[in-house]
């Protein structure tokens, strides 16, 4: 008996620990594959074009934890899965089987859906981005425009967000005056929150003079313009874009339903024509339903997955269910920060300090977390 986990991000090693710590027979055998052997903190990221963090600062290697904790972990990457035949074929010639499988591959950026000069975008979701921009941002100049954006088929326009209020802060120590505009395809400014926060982060923009622009998608990136949707131009020396998301390459070329790679799920993580496969995290999209992709609904989604799996395993019905609930944590550069927790009755807004240095201690304690294997 394998249970296979593709990836090591948020979903994929809550989903490793949740079943590492429930399973007692030695007969059944958990295989992590990744192209990865470490986990990193995204959330952390936004922080890296400004110099606030470093990529190493932010990982943990996994390679020893797995053995450790009996896990067969293989590092390789997927070319493509046979959900009916239950085979992975890897980019090593490697072939595993598996008995249930959660993909936790995550997603990646879509810059073809985005028309234009691609050279020109710049981003910040991922290790390479991140490091990149940060050459971008230090060659800013007084007098510059620089345009922050996140398009549609995003599911989660949080850290451009993050990345405008930072950048402004960051200029602003160098006393660097530019001219920032933000561009959302949201109908309106921060929509994922309740409204007294919508109001907040609009505020927020006001005071910092950061020119916003609201239900605006891309349409077109000219050199130095970038052409919106309600006729909407902006002129840019910089542009920072999150563009739509798309699935791990290999879901292409797997019998796995999805949509431009992304999984598409029931509400118990289950594929929606296997039973035995399942996604978590940035790589799925839940039929029927919305919710803002994070580290913390990937956390959840995982140890769902793995719940289910083991009722598989005990000849039950896979019953537990993800049930959307809003909790992040916005940077807000010179403001602090907004933590915002809506969870059936309760709720939390915070602004100010105290949610930036709760973001750094979550990450300090997250990262410490993984290094003992969800025992902290």
Not at 175 to 183: D, G, H, T
Not at 264 to 287: C, F, H, P
């Given at each position: 008996?394998?249970?296979?986990?593709?990836?090591?991000?948020?979903?994929?090693?809550?989903?490793?620990m949740a079943l590492v710590h429930k399973l007692k027979r030695q007969e059944i055998q958990v295989t992590v594959i990744?192209?990865?052997?470490?986990?990193?903190?995204?959330?952390?990221?936004?922080?890296?074009?400004?110099?606030?963090?470093?990529?190493?600062n932010l990982t943990v290697p996994l390679t020893t934890l797995f053995h450790q904790h009996g896990i067969n972990f293989?590092?390789?990457?997927?070319?493509?899965?046979?959900?009916?035949?239950?085979?992975?074929?890897?980019?090593?010639?490697?072939?595993?089987?598996?008995?249930?499988?959660?993909?936790?591959?995550?997603?990646?950026?879509?810059?073809?859906?985005?028309?234009?000069?691609?050279?020109?975008?710049?981003?910040?979701?991922?290790?390479?981005?991140?490091?990149?921009?940060?050459?971008?941002?230090?060659?800013?100049?007084?007098?510059?425009?620089?345009?922050?954006?996140?398009?549609?088929?995003?599911?989660?326009?949080?850290?451009?967000?993050?990345?405008?209020?930072?950048?402004?802060?960051?200029?602003?120590?160098?006393?660097?005056?530019?001219?920032?505009?933000?561009?959302?395809?949201?109908?309106?400014?921060?929509?994922?929150?309740?409204?007294?926060?919508?109001?907040?982060?609009?505020?927020?923009?006001?005071?910092?003079?950061?020119?916003?622009?609201?239900?605006?998608?891309?349409?077109?990136?000219?050199?130095?313009?970038?052409?919106?949707?309600?006729?909407?131009?902006?002129?840019?020396?910089?542009?920072?874009?999150?563009?739509?998301?798309?699935?791990?390459?290999?879901?292409?070329?797997?019998?796995?339903?999805?949509?431009?790679?992304?999984?598409?799920?029931?509400?118990?993580?289950?594929?929606?024509?296997?039973?035995?496969?399942?996604?978590?995290?940035?790589?799925?999209?839940?039929?029927?339903?919305?919710?803002?992709?994070?580290?913390?609904?990937?956390?959840?989604?995982?140890?769902?997955?793995?719940?289910?799996?083991?009722?598989?395993?005990?000849?039950?019905?896979?019953?537990?269910?993800f049930q959307p609930s809003l909790m992040s944590l916005m940077e807000t550069g010179s403001d602090g920060g907004i933590?915002?927790?809506?969870?059936?009755?309760?709720?939390?807004?915070?602004?100010?300090?105290?949610?930036?240095?709760?973001?750094?201690?979550?990450?300090?304690?997250?990262?410490?977390?993984?290094?003992?294997?969800?025992?902290?």
């Amino acid at each position: 008996m394998n249970i296979v986990i593709v990836g090591t991000e948020f979903g994929g090693l809550a989903a490793s620990m949740a079943l590492v710590h429930k399973l007692k027979r030695q007969e059944i055998q958990v295989t992590v594959i990744s192209d990865r052997d470490y986990f990193l903190f995204r959330p952390s990221l936004v922080w890296v074009p400004f110099g606030e963090r470093e990529i190493e600062n932010l990982t943990v290697p996994l390679t020893t934890l797995f053995h450790q904790h009996g896990i067969n972990f293989i590092k390789d990457r997927v070319l493509n899965i046979s959900a009916e035949q239950k085979v992975i074929s890897l980019l090593s010639g490697q072939k595993i089987t598996f008995d249930y499988l959660i993909l936790a591959s995550g997603a990646s950026l879509d810059f073809s859906k985005l028309r234009g000069r691609k050279r020109q975008f710049h981003s910040f979701y991922t290790e390479p981005t991140a490091v990149h921009t940060r050459r971008i941002v230090h060659n800013i100049q007084p007098g510059n425009s620089v345009v922050i954006g996140s398009s549609k088929q995003n599911p989660n326009p949080l850290p451009a967000y993050e990345f405008a209020f930072e950048l402004h802060h960051f200029l602003q120590k160098k006393s660097i005056k530019a001219n920032l505009s933000f561009f959302t395809a949201e109908k309106s400014i921060a929509s994922f929150y309740p409204k007294k926060l919508q109001e907040k982060v609009q505020n927020l923009f006001t005071e910092k003079n950061i020119s916003v622009y609201e239900n605006c998608d891309i349409q077109k990136v000219q050199k130095h313009h970038i052409i919106l949707s309600q006729n909407v131009t902006i002129p840019f020396e910089q542009l920072f874009v999150i563009p739509p998301y798309k699935g791990a390459s290999f879901i292409y070329s797997s019998d796995i339903p999805h949509d431009n790679g992304l999984v598409t799920v029931r509400n118990t993580m289950q594929s929606i024509k296997w039973e035995y496969v399942y996604a978590v995290g940035d790589g799925a999209t839940i039929l029927s339903s919305t919710w803002m992709k994070n580290g913390h609904s990937a956390e959840q989604q995982g140890v769902i997955s793995a719940k289910n799996v083991l009722s598989q395993l005990n000849n039950k019905q896979a019953q537990a269910t993800f049930q959307p609930s809003l909790m992040s944590l916005m940077e807000t550069g010179s403001d602090g920060g907004i933590l915002a927790i809506h969870y059936k009755l309760f709720h939390l807004e915070l602004s100010g300090l105290i949610p930036h240095q709760m973001k750094k201690i979550f990450e300090s304690y997250y990262l410490k977390k993984v290094e003992l294997f969800g025992e902290a």
